[in-house]
């Protein structure tokens, strides 16, 4: 959301100009341009993915990959208790059921919580590499080969991250992005599949157009092997896209260089922890995060940020979207119809969950949101006055 120029107006004004506002057909008219398909392409060729396919946000590619790997009515998935609440919606709206295991230090789930966590009748991990850096995926892939567990990698907040020279999303059996108007990079709202099974790449590219083959040259007359949905990305979105994924390298530089600046200088002070990084080298260095000795410290420092009037802090533990001890709909499981989890036997008293670690990691955690613009001035200023605050508390 911080950089918009000629690059992005130059990809939309393209689409406007051959009013070929649909990704599929319309060749008459769209003079070669093919934007969606571009965005797609340049994704592949970014990340270094066989199979990449545009929907229409993080949610519609979380429960793509989901239904694309045979996760569906009644099967349970472990899901971590800190994220986004999307993807929980998505297991649950499959119809299948979430089991929350323990995250650590990463923020993401552990090898310890998903293999305390497993049933007979667990299918698959819901793996969501949280505030840009990947989980311990070296970790967690043994436990999944071990129950032989289907992994599917939600990568909304980490475009770009990798572990150990691999992309974020590629570990699995697929993965899935946002680039909603808050993400490293975005087209507004949307988001995008990827996959090295071309089965699973076909499945996904069927259930998110009604099940379309997008075979031949007649789209009024394609096969329908499955049903599906309609989560297609316009070619508006995805020009925008585009233009976005194309700055990612710069981006991801600025946020790195920014992100060593104000943990260097946080080095300095006494009283901190920083997040447990898996892999340095592929943080996507959107947030800077660290810990401190309780939730008590927790609360007072946030309660001085705001005193000294310091943005861009994000205390979790209290976000309504993000831990589950907000999550009062979730837990309850409460939507308009009648969900599959309300006629089965849910796998844990969601209400009365036993997770003290996930607890103690969130209820201590700072997160610094990294900005890709800051000039070196206004880099160093706020640094300064996040120290200064801390500094008051500790």
Known sequence: MEIFGDEE???????????????????????????????????????????????????AAVTSIMAAAGIGHGDKVIVPPYTFVAPIEAVCLAGALPIFAEIDETLCLSPEGIEASITP??????????????ANLEGIL??????????????????????????????????????DYFKITTCGEG?????????????????????????????????????????????MNAAIGLAQMR??????EQNKKNKKYIKDRLKEVKGLTFRKLGDEAGDSATYLNFFVSSKAVAEKLFDQFAKDDVEGVANWYTNMYHFINQWDHIRGMKYPAKLAIHDLEAPQDYNNLNLPKSE?????????????TWTEDELVEYTDKIIGSIRKVL
């Open 247 to 252: 700055k990612l390298p710069w981006i991801l």
């Open 121 to 134: 009748n667990t299918k698959a991990v819901l793996l969501i590499h949280m505030c840009g850096a990947a």
């Open 360 to 372: 103690d990691v969130i209820s201590r955690l700072i997160s610094i949101g990294i900005q890709c």
């Open 9 to 59: 107006r130059k990809e939309v004004m393209d689409v406007l100009e051959t009013k070929a506002l649909f990704r599929y057909g319309y060749d008459h008219i769209r003079k070669g341009m093919w934007k969606t398909a571009e965005f797609e392409a340049e994704v592949c060729k970014q990340i270094g993915a066989k199979h990449a396919h545009a929907v229409s946000s993080g949610t």
């Open 191 to 235: 988001g995008m599949t990827i996959t090295n099974d071309e089965q699973i790449y076909k499945n996904i590219d069927q259930v998110a157009d009604h099940g379309h083959t997008h075979e031949g040259d007649n789209r009024g007359m394609e096969d329908h092997h499955v049903m599906g949905a309609n989560f297609r990305m316009g070619e």
């Open 142 to 179: 043994a436990v999944c080969n071990k129950h032989n567990l289907v992994l599917l990698e939600d990568c909304g907040q980490a475009m770009g991250a990798s572990y150990k020279g691999k992309s974020v999303g590629l570990h699995g059996a697929a993965g899935a992005f946002s680039f």
